[in-house]
């Protein structure tokens, strides 16, 4: 797979949390929650500025950042799910 994101978005795959399963009970998979730890794949050149350079961007591929629950737009690439989102829209990287 070859994919470069455009401007200022960031292509990441939603990391899955471990399942704990309490008394017995299996939630099933569209019951889950979405997972809010995603790590970076690809990282687009950023964003164009007033004066025409570019804006660094903040995150590298292999980053572990948090976004939001239903932030980005889901994608699915070589039967992988993705999320491409605009950089405005991670909350944190992780350390």
């Known amino acids: 797979m070859n994919i470069r994101p455009l401007h200022d978005r960031v292509l990441v ?3 899955e949390q471990e399942e704990q399963v309490r008394g017995g009970i299996i939630i099933p998979d569209s019951a889950k929650e979405k997972p809010q730890q995603a790590e970076v794949i ?3 050149p950023g964003k164009v ?9 903040d995150v590298k591929a292999g980053d572990t ?3 939001g629950k239903y932030s980005g ?3 699915r690439i070589d039967g992988e799910d993705f999320v491409i989102l605009r950089e405005d829209e991670i909350l944190a990287v992780l350390g």
């Open 13 to 15: 795959k939603r990391t």
């Open 42 to 44: 690809a990282v687009g």
């Open 49 to 57: 500025k007033d004066d025409g350079s570019r804006a660094p961007m």
């Open 65 to 67: 950042i948090l976004i």
């Open 73 to 75: 737009s889901e994608i």
